[in-house]
T-cell receptor, first 115, second 117 residues
């Protein structure tokens, strides 16, 4: 069974600084997707960034980028120029590309942004 | 473009009752999934539907059931409610091509907060 581990229950960062959230996963599959979702107090899970395992290039979305290390099964999220609106719970998620159609989530990291 | 709509937003039920939650996916999205979120267990997969067929089910008791209609709207039902069923129930929809998957990820609704007393 696949598992996703986020070892940092809480992180904090100063506004305009950079922060990295860690995620490791365990799978025997070679073809899968990885995601970072953000959940603010409004409760809605918002997709931040996604990575396809067969792509070696790390995904980037504006101030958000990932460091995908397939051999190490590591998928960290870097937030640059942190803004107050980035404060939220961040979840790392895994999905096998085959036919099980489900996301497996980590426990989440609560990010605080200090002004 | 409307997002994923879940109703109701909040619900309070008594132990032993049953409850039905509704989810309307983004227009054109044919895959709908349900997740339970609790402080202790985190986010756990309940089930996934595509074209009115359940394709996968998580490790939940038979009291949890769901269905999908021809317009892709989905409902989940929990019978004989227990205190431990108190949770945020999230619905997510995805653009699925044919019987396969896409890499677009899932778009989530804001959830239904269920409290069982």
């Amino acid at each position: 069974a696949q598992t996703v581990t986020q070892s940092q229950p809480e992180m904090s960062v100063q506004e305009a600084e950079t922060v990295t959230l860690s995620c490791t996963y365990d799978t025997s599959e070679s073809d899968y997707y990885l995601f970072w979702y953000k959940q603010p107090p409004s409760r809605q899970m918002i997709l931040v960034i996604r990575q396809e395992a067969y792509k070696q290039q790390n995904a980037t979305e504006n101030r958000f980028s990932v460091n995908f290390q397939k051999a190490a099964k590591s998928f960290s999220l870097k937030i640059s120029d942190s803004q107050l609106g980035d404060a939220a719970m961040y979840f790392c998620a895994y999905r096998f590309r085959g036919s099980n159609y489900k996301l497996t989530f980590g426990k989440g990291t609560l990010l605080t942004v200090n002004p | 473009k409307a997002g994923v709509t879940q109703t109701p937003r909040y619900l309070i039920k008594t132990r032993g009752q049953q409850v039905t939650l509704s989810c309307s996916p983004i227009s054109g999205h044919r895959s709908v999934s349900w997740y339970q979120q609790t402080p202790g267990q985190g986010l756990q997969f309940l089930f996934e539907y595509f074209s009115e067929t359940q394709r996968n089910k998580g490790n939940f008791p038979g009291r949890f059931s769901g269905r999908q209609f021809s317009n892709s709207r989905s409902e989940m039902n929990v019978s004989t409610l227990e205190l431990g069923d108190s949770a945020l129930y999230l619905c997510a929809s995805s653009l699925a091509l044919g019987q396969g998957q896409s890499n677009y990820g899932y778009t989530f609704g804001s959830g239904t907060r269920l409290t069982v007393v």
